[in-house]
């Protein structure tokens, strides 16, 4: 069977020409830092990327981008030389594990808030470069609810806040809900539980923060699906290889690998409103 991904990520790809179709955008994000947030959306990606999809990872998160230690890459420049306009976005792109396309974040920077007239407009000239050549593009956003994490959210067509079962785990992710209800965010919101130690108790986790959205939001949330705790994930962080590499057999493989599976379906979803060049030109004005 997978022998036949590519031919049908082919099929998806003239269809969406066809249709004129820009790139599904996900972002994935957190209430607090600690939640493997960046470990979901690497391996996610590599696993969109063995499916056929032409898949970008954006490092989006200004204060502590990492994405690169997890699969061990030395990119010469981020996203602050694209910013400045003294790079391309072909030049900072790096190749990645699995054949994704990884764009690295600036890690420490103060964000996009500020930017010039000159750097705004060179931003969203090559931000439709990657609109026109990916399938799939996934962004890394920081943790926590500032205007620069939920401005991309608000960009994306999906959006994924990941948690885990743990309490305040779980308030966060709610707080990071209902901040982006509250500004009106248009993308599908989903719950990705990481680190469960079952699937009950992933399914416990979700149904408490979907069903207090539901009671005082009138919010309903998706369910994005799961990660079971594995001692593989860990061990693939220390040799900083992505565990769908180094551990294809583990279950939190498996778990990662279905969840991609329903993302890559999306692809064959009615074009999406616009693309997200033009979205994004209206978070820095």
Known sequence: ?????????????????????????????????????????????????????????????????NADLLMNLHPCYTLAHLVAG????????????????????ASGTQGLANLSEFERQNLISQFHRLDTSADIIVFDLGAGISRNVTSFAHAANRVWVVTTPEPTALTDAYATVKALQREQCRAKISLVVNMANSRAEAQAAYR????????????????????LQDTAVELAVQARCPFVIRYPGSNASACIAAMASEVARSCAAPPRRGGFFKRVAGLFV
């Not at 607090?32 to 470990?39: L, P, Y």
């Not at 003294?86 to 974040?105: D, K, L, N, Y």
């Not at 408490?208 to 990660?227: E, H, P, Q, T, W």
Request: hydrophobic share 40%; aromatic share 4%; net charge positive.
């Open 1 to 65: 069977m997978q022998n036949d991904r590519p031919d049908r990520a082919s099929q998806l790809r003239e269809m969406a020409r066809g249709h004129r179709r820009s790139a599904l955008t996900l972002a994935v994000m957190s209430g607090k830092g600690g939640v493997g947030k960046s470990n979901v959306a690497v391996n996610l990606s590599i696993c969109l990327a063995e499916r056929g999809l032409r898949t970008v990872l954006m490092d989006l998160d200004m204060g502590l981008a």
């Open 208 to 227: 408490r923060v979907a069903g207090v959205a539901r009671k005082f939001l009138n919010f309903s949330i998706a369910d994005g699906g799961y990660m």
């Open 86 to 105: 003294v790079r391309t976005i072909e030049e900072i792109s790096v190749r990645g594990p699995g054949g994704i396309r990884f764009i690295p974040g």
